[in-house]
Nanobody, 127 residues
Framework: QEQLVESGGGLVQAGDSLTLSCAAP????????VGWFRQAPGNEREFVAA????????SYGDSVKGRFTISRDNAENSVNLQMNSLKPEDTAVYYC????????????????????WGRGTQVTVSS
């Protein structure tokens, strides 16, 4: 069931930055741990970043460490993914996912950890 909405995707050049946002209309996002995943054509969906409810625990996939930053604004009911130094291999559809969790929960890195998903937003990085 899709109750999340991603935005901010687009076409950029290598080295550029882009910020994706995940909104949760109708949900109290503060009750949820959130993750970002991506899927390139012909590839499996892979973990990108995750943040727990408190915002105090964050995890990144190895390919994006040092370049991407996940953050949350519970008052705005949103989670952002700041992507810097983009590379052509970052080209993919990016998905936001969420699951209810305890406030000091860990981050969740697996697809099956999440119950709510968005439809995705396309990010294309040209060389």
């Amino acid at each position: 069931q899709e109750q999340l909405v991603e935005s901010g995707g687009g076409l950029v050049q290598a080295g550029d930055s882009l910020t994706l946002s995940c909104a949760a209309p109708g949900l109290t996002f503060g009750w949820y741990a959130v993750g970002w995943f991506r899927q390139a054509p012909g590839n499996e969906r892979e973990f990108v970043a995750a943040i727990n409810r408190s915002g105090g625990r964050i995890s990144y996939g190895d390919s994006v460490k040092g370049r991407f930053t996940i953050s949350r604004d519970n008052a705005e009911n949103s989670v952002n993914l700041q992507m810097n130094s983009l590379k052509p291999e970052d080209t993919a559809v990016y998905y936001c996912a969420a699951r209810e969790a305890a406030y000091y929960s860990p981050t969740y890195l697996l697809l099956n950890d999440y119950k709510l998903w968005g439809r995705g937003t396309q990010v294309t990085v040209s060389s």
